[in-house]
């Protein structure tokens, strides 16, 4: 049973920067594409970014320019880094790992979530 866990989440003030890290257990997690999604309280959840297991990268309007999502293979983790964050980011973020190299399909592979507060 693949696990996929996040970490990096906490609270920061508008304008500032957090980088969440997404790794999997039992899995060569470099091969697979990796999503960052996120939630915010009564809203759908909603891509981020993505990074197929050849390095290509895909965001989000409301992210792009501001978010890089970036592989570490030494750690087998897939990495978000968010600069100039704003309140409307606030979110529980989470991570999916896909079912191939370029595809997510029904993939059920995420993680628990972490939670991320852009706050004066």
């Known amino acids: 049973q693949v696990q996929v866990m996040e970490s990096g989440g906490g609270l920061v003030q508008p304008g500032g920067s957090l980088r969440l890290s997404c790794a999997a257990s039992?899995?060569?997690?470099?091969?697979?594409?990796v999503g960052w999604y996120r939630q915010a309280p009564g809203n759908q959840r909603d891509f981020i970014a993505s990074i197929t297991g050849r390095g290509i990268t895909n965001y989000a309007d409301s992210v792009a320019g501001r978010f890089t999502i970036s592989r570490d293979n030494a750690k087998n983790t897939v990495d978000l880094q968010m600069n100039n964050l704003k309140p409307e980011d606030t979110a529980v973020y989470y991570c999916r790992r896909g079912v191939s190299s370029d595809l997510f399909g029904s993939s059920n592979y995420w993680g628990q979530g972490t939670q991320v507060t852009v706050s004066s």
């Open positions: 039992r899995s060569a997690f470099t091969i697979y594409v």
